[in-house]
């Protein structure tokens, strides 16, 4: 959520904030994961006062030589669509993977967020 702030350090000098991470679990039945190939699919779908929403995202991952845990992530795409009975219409949004390391974005407040590696 990029509405709640918790000030910290950015390491460029600049205050910054890092959004919290939500949470989800196979085991309360609203979130699938399958690999198809070098990419993780996760789908997790749920409802809430304003309506039913499904999240996705595509992982892709650098698979390792070895038997080891892939640990290496090589693209990202996602995105959220919520059908707002609030509202009365659809709500979509795109997750966009930042390039590079950690990065001070300038919002009304910036935030502190991690990249995927460039190569």
């Keep these: 959520?990029?509405?709640d702030l918790s000030v910290g350090e950015s390491g460029?000098?600049?205050p910054a904030f890092y959004p919290k991470?939500?949470?989800t679990s196979t085991e309360e039945k609203n979130l699938e994961v399958?690999?198809?190939n070098n990419v993780l699919v996760v789908r997790e779908t749920g409802f809430d006062i304003g309506g039913d929403y499904v999240t996705t995202l595509r992982i892709g991952f650098e698979r390792p030589s070895s038997r080891e845990p892939a640990s290496k992530v090589t693209s990202f795409t996602g995105g959220f669509v919520k059908n707002s009975s609030l509202l009365e219409?659809?709500?979509n949004v795109e997750y966009v993977p930042?390039?590079?390391g950690n990065q001070?974005?300038?919002l009304d407040c910036a935030v502190l967020l991690p990249g995927?590696?460039?190569k």
């Design 34 to 36: 399958w690999p198809e």
């Design 104 to 106: 001070a974005v300038q």
């Design 12 to 14: 460029q000098g600049k």
């Design 89 to 91: 219409k659809v709500l």
């Design 98 to 100: 930042l390039q590079g």
């Design 21 to 23: 991470i939500q949470r």
């Design 116 to 118: 995927l590696a460039t």
């Design 1 to 3: 959520m990029l509405n």
